[in-house]
C-alpha cells in the first residue's frame, strides 16, 4: 500500500538524550488519522520534523512519494500547518494575515480566504485587529489560514484548543467535511480522545518517543465487546447473587461495589429484578462499550495490547 505520508525509523536526539525512537508512521490518502499520547509522549516533536522546523537525528520522512530535504520547497506548500499556538501579527486584521499568508504560499485566490474564514465561523471580524480576538478566535483562524491554501495534507497540533464544546463539534464536522467532501489527509494530534474517536479513521499511539501502536478505529472496535455496568452496595452478595441465581459467569468485579457483567444472554431488567430481590441496593445499572479513552489508558500502561 502506498502512503501519503510515512517517517522510516525516525528519531531525534536532545543533549544527548534519545526523545523520539524509530518511529515509522504509516498515512494513507484522504484519511484522518489521529496521534495520542500523554503530554511529553513527542507528538510536537515529530510534526516539527515533518513540518521541517527541526532535523531528524536519523530516519527518513517521504510525503507524496517524496524524501523531504532541507530544499522541498515544492512539497511544503503542498501542506497547511498548526503547530502548537498559531502566531498572528496582531495589529492586522484576520483578512490581512491571510493575505500575507497566501502572499508567501505563493497562493493568489482571495475568495479562498473568504472561504476558509466561513468554513471556521469567523464572521464580522473584517475591523477587528487580531489582537482582540478571543484564544478561541484565534485558534479558528489558525486554522483558516492551514486550509486557505487548498493544501493535500493538514498536519494539526491540538487544533482544538481553547474552544467550547459547540466550536469543537463544529471543527470536527469541518474536518469530517474537508476529508470525505475534498480529499484532504489530515493528520492531527489532541489529548480529548473522545473527540478524536468521533472524527478519525486510524490512530497512531506514542509514549515516551516510542510509536506503540497503529490501528483503525474500526479494528479497536471490533476487538471489545458491550458489556453491564451495575453499582451495588454489596458487591460480595451481589457476585453470589449473578453466580448462583441468575446463572452469569462472566463478570469482573471492580472497586467500590462496581460490577461489569459481559454476559450478553442477560439483560439489564433481569439482573436489576434479581438483585433487589435478594436485598442488594442498585445504585445505577448501564449498558456501555469499550471506548477509545479506555484502549489508549491500557495501552500507555500496559506497554502493547494483544487481540
Same mark, same amino acid.
Given at each position: %500500500?502506498?502512503?501519503?505520508? @510515512? !517517517?522510516?525509523? &525516525? ?21 484522518? /488519522? ?14 516539527? %520534523?515533518? !513540518? ?20 522541498? /520547497? ?17 495589529k492586522l486584521t484576520a483578512v490581512e494575515n491571510l493575505e500575507l499568508h497566501c502572499e508567501?504560499?505563493? /497562493?493568489?485566490?482571495? @475568495?479562498?480566504?473568504?472561504? =476558509?474564514?466561513?468554513?471556521?465561523? $469567523? ?11 478571543? &484564544?478561541?478566535?484565534?485558534? +479558528?483562524?489558525?486554522? =483558516? +489560514? ?7 495534507? &493538514? ?11 459547540? #466550536? ?15 480529499? %484532504? ?10 473527540? %478524536? ?7 497512531? *499511539? ?30 460480595? &452478595?451481589?457476585?453470589?447473587? $449473578?453466580?448462583?441465581? *441468575? ?9 467500590? #461495589? ?43 500502561? #500496559?506497554?502493547?495490547?494483544? =487481540?
Amino acid at each position: %500500500m502506498s502512503y501519503l505520508l @510515512k !517517517t522510516n525509523h &525516525l528519531s531525534k536526539v536532545f543533549h544527548g538524550k534519545e526523545i523520539i525512537s524509530d518511529v515509522n508512521l504509516h498515512v494513507k490518502q484522504g484519511e484522518i /488519522y489521529g496521534f495520542i499520547g500523554p503530554n511529553g509522549a513527542g507528538k510536537t516533536t515529530i510534526m516539527k %520534523m515533518i !513540518t521541517n522546523l527541526i532535523k531528524p537525528t536519523s530516519g527518513e520522512i517521504e510525503m507524496f512519494g517524496e524524501k523531504l530535504t532541507d530544499t522541498s /520547497y515544492e512539497i511544503l506548500k503542498r501542506l497547511g500547518t498548526i503547530i502548537e499556538y498559531p502566531i498572528f501579527y496582531e495589529k492586522l486584521t484576520a483578512v490581512e494575515n491571510l493575505e500575507l499568508h497566501c502572499e508567501y504560499m505563493g /497562493y493568489h485566490n482571495k @475568495k479562498a480566504i473568504v472561504d =476558509a474564514l466561513e468554513l471556521v465561523g $469567523l464572521k464580522n471580524i473584517n475591523h477587528k485587529p487580531v489582537k482582540e480576538f478571543s &484564544l478561541g478566535m484565534k485558534q +479558528r483562524l489558525g486554522i =483558516a +489560514r492551514a486550509i486557505s491554501t487548498k493544501p493535500e495534507l &493538514l498536519i494539526l497540533d491540538e487544533p482544538i484548543n481553547g474552544l467550547d464544546p459547540i #466550536g469543537i463539534k463544529e471543527l470536527r464536522d469541518l474536518f469530517k467535511m474537508l476529508s470525505k467532501e475534498y480529499g %484532504m489527509t489530515i493528520f492531527v494530534s489532541s489529548h480529548i480522545l473522545g473527540e %478524536m474517536e468521533q472524527m478519525v479513521d486510524t490512530i497512531g *499511539v506514542i509514549n515516551h518517543g516510542k510509536l506503540l501502536e497503529e490501528i483503525s478505529l474500526d479494528s479497536i472496535n471490533g476487538r471489545h465487546t458491550e458489556y453491564i455496568e451495575v453499582v451495588v452496595d454489596n458487591s460480595n &452478595l451481589a457476585s453470589f447473587i $449473578l453466580e448462583e441465581k *441468575v446463572g452469569i459467569k462472566n463478570f469482573k468485579v471492580l472497586n467500590h #461495589g462496581l460490577i461489569r457483567i459481559y454476559d450478553s444472554n442477560v439483560t439489564q431488567k433481569e439482573i436489576s429484578k434479581s438483585l433487589v430481590l435478594n436485598d442488594i441496593s442498585v445504585e445505577s445499572i448501564n449498558k456501555k462499550s469499550h471506548s477509545l479513552e479506555e484502549y489508549f489508558l491500557k495501552l500507555i500502561n #500496559g506497554g502493547g495490547i494483544h =487481540a
